[in-house]
């Protein structure tokens, strides 16, 4: 069947037939792709949109960028091979040099690194196995509102329990801790006396010989969270959390899966700290848009037997192609700091979007992993933060934008963060579109009937 030939509604009628009921996307964003380039993509009825979700922050140079088609292109005219699972190539060798050239040398001249089966989670998985093996403990520290996965272990560590209420036999031992969010700070405070607060809590935790915690295996956290709605802890936290951890001869692993190579302004998110994690969890834009996870850790920790972590396609060789292709080319022309100087901009618009709508509560994140939250002010709310969010309403936005030609997602606390995860490649005039859509978007939906909710001057 010629499916080029279909539009949009035909394909989505056969998609929903055909596919499970935990599809997600296609549930408020209603096209089928046809064509995608850089930072757009076209439905099969020819509608172009500006891609804000890059594949959950996958794509860092955007659609089919050249150099990342000609290094797969590259690999298939010279016959190699395509899957070896972990017999190493010239192909895997490239790739290590590019990936331990990109992180900070006090981590990666000591640094092991292990393929997994090719999604993050598969990468926290491993973590977890390597930091368990390597002390004897099974205690995991993680956090409020934090994002590993959806596999057993990783799921086990998210904070929204909505996904995990229907799954018996979780990862035991498994123990949540407070994460740093001004808007929403677990006690009631915000700036430098709530992060202080949550590093002094987790420290008391640790020396408390009643607090039910046996002696952990590890902590893992997001050095900014990206599906908890865009919230970055303050530098001084993390810095923290690092003294805490080492102290105690606790392995630190961090989760740069969604925020790694370049999205937060810095190669690395953790990098903004200048701390030195134990193990680094990667994936999504490593792979250049292709599938492919790995961690990268301390070479104290590799202690594990041989075959004590395995993956099929953990030999992915157009993967680790494309992702070679992929840092090369954020390293050589510097989209860390493009991230962060567009970035800027970008929140610089979308925050003069919030000054004139008392129903957004909330512009956040880091570089181009940016989160605007919005809130109902009416309702009766008695939780974190001054006001109830409505999820109601950033879906409305949501939708609007689609229709606009701008696609978002959501997260955070009852999905009302809007979400902002474009390639690094965008430019200065790219992002104004974006916002202006944004705005345009919101002012419809609050001016619209029974919505008009815009602050008055």
Not at 374 to 383: L, P, Q
Request: glycine share 10%.
């Amino acid at each position: 069947m010629n499916y080029l030939d279909r539009g949009n509604g035909s394909i989505l009628a056969q998609q929903t037939e055909r596919e499970s009921n935990a599809r997600t996307y296609p549930r408020h964003l209603p096209f089928a792709i046809r064509e995608a380039q850089g930072p757009t993509v076209t439905d099969m009825d020819g509608n172009e949109y500006y891609d804000c979700l890059t594949g959950a922050g996958t794509l860092a140079l955007g659609h089919n960028h050249p150099n990342v088609v000609e290094a797969m292109e590259r690999v298939l005219d010279a016959d190699r091979p395509l899957h070896t699972l972990d017999i190493t190539t010239p192909a895997k060798e490239r790739f290590v040099d590019s990936l331990y050239d990109s992180l900070p040398s006090n981590f990666s001249d000591s640094a092991k690194i292990q393929f997994c089966s090719p999604a993050g989670t598969d990468a926290v998985e491993a973590a977890l196995k390597l930091v368990k093996t390597a002390t004897g403990n099974r205690s995991v520290l993680g956090f409020h509102g934090a994002y590993h996965g959806m596999t057993n272990g990783a799921l086990s560590l998210m904070g929204d329990t909505d996904a995990k209420e229907p799954i018996s036999g979780l990862m035991s031992d498994v123990h949540h801790l407070p994460y740093p969010d001004d808007y929403r700070c677990p006690f009631d405070v915000g700036g430098e006396e709530g992060h202080r607060l949550a590093s002094r809590y987790v420290e008391n935790l640790l020396d408390d010989p009643e607090s039910g915690i046996t002696e952990p295996a590890g902590m893992i956290l997001e050095p900014v969270q990206g599906e908890a709605g865009a919230v970055a802890p303050p530098d001084e936290w993390l810095r923290e959390i690092r003294r805490i951890t080492r102290e105690r001869d606790i392995p630190l692993i961090l989760d740069e899966i969604q925020a790694g190579l370049g999205r937060t302004g810095e190669l690395y998110a953790f990098e903004h700290a200048g701390i030195t994690p134990d193990v680094v969890t990667l994936s999504k834009a490593i792979g250049g848009g292709l599938p492919l996870a790995v961690v990268v850790y301390d070479e104290s920790l590799d202690v594990w037997e041989p075959g004590a972590h395995a993956g099929t396609f953990r030999g992915n060789q157009l993967a680790m192609a494309a992702g070679e292709a992929t840092i090369e080319y954020v390293l050589e022309n510097d989209l860390d700091d493009r991230a962060a100087d567009v970035g800027a901009h970008l929140r610089d618009r979308l925050e003069a979007v919030a000054d004139r709508f008392d129903c957004i509560g909330d512009v956040r994140g880091r570089g181009l992993l940016l989160g605007v939250e919005f809130v109902d002010t009416a309702a009766d709310w008695r939780g974190a933060g001054p006001y109830a969010p409505d999820g109601d309403l950033a879906k409305a936005v949501q939708a609007e934008c689609f229709d606009r030609g701008l696609v978002v997602e959501r997260g955070g606390r009852a999905s009302a963060t809007v979400r902002f995860l474009p390639p690094l490649i965008i430019s200065t005039e790219q992002a104004d579109d974006i916002a202006t859509i944004f705005d345009e978007s919101v002012s419809a939906v609050v001016n619209g009937p029974n919505r008009a909710r815009e602050v008055s001057a």
